[in-house]
């Protein structure tokens, strides 16, 4: 999945029946196809969140919910095997109360090494749009709000510690929010952004 070139991907030889996700990892692009939506029950306290199946052409997998990687399959340099995270704020409220403090817990089960369990504590911030160019394609910086999530990790090494994430979230004019653009490290050395395609405002 992550062993292609770094030439740019045609975008606009994509199939528009389907919905697509273009991530750029250490430098490489690819197209992930969302294959399948699974319905996720309600649980401690969170509403049901459907969990997003995004495949690679080689079959590799990118399981989305909530704008949030919480499992992968087939990445041999970091695979999430899986997560388990309590309630989340929704987007617009950590949007509408800056000042107040935002979090929740996840934990982890990454390969390779056998790293089952592992704790992060992680603090959702709203922050003014990255003044460095970012790989988004359709849509501005500015129209979309700007969140960080950072966190302490227990039970890890120090390549396996949570690093800070950031999201480009379309809050939406009907209380609707989308995820559309995500910077993500897996692990200490493997880094990916992330952006819904078509990046129309208001994706689903």
Known sequence: MWNRDKDEIDLSRLNPQFRYLKIVINGAPVVLALGSIDSTPAQDGQ???????????????????????????????ADWRSTASGALPSWQSVA?????????HRTRDVM?????????????????????KTPLVGVAPEQLAWFRETGVTTGADDANKMQAAIYGVDLGRTGNEAVVYLEQ????????????????????
């Open 112 to 132: 390779p090494g056998y790293h089952y369990g592992l704790k992060d504590a992680i603090t959702i911030t709203p922050i003014a749009r990255p003044e460095t």
């Open 47 to 77: 509403a049901a969140s459907p969990t997003e199946n995004w495949y690679s052409a080689s079959g590799e997998l990118v399981r989305i919910r909530d704008g949030r990687i919480v499992a992968t399959s087939g990445v041999e340099v």
């Open 185 to 204: 490290c897996l692990s200490a050395t493997v880094c990916l952004t992330l952006q819904r395609l078509p990046a129309a405002k208001n994706a689903s």
């Open 96 to 104: 509408a109360a800056p000042d107040r403090l935002w979090f929740y």
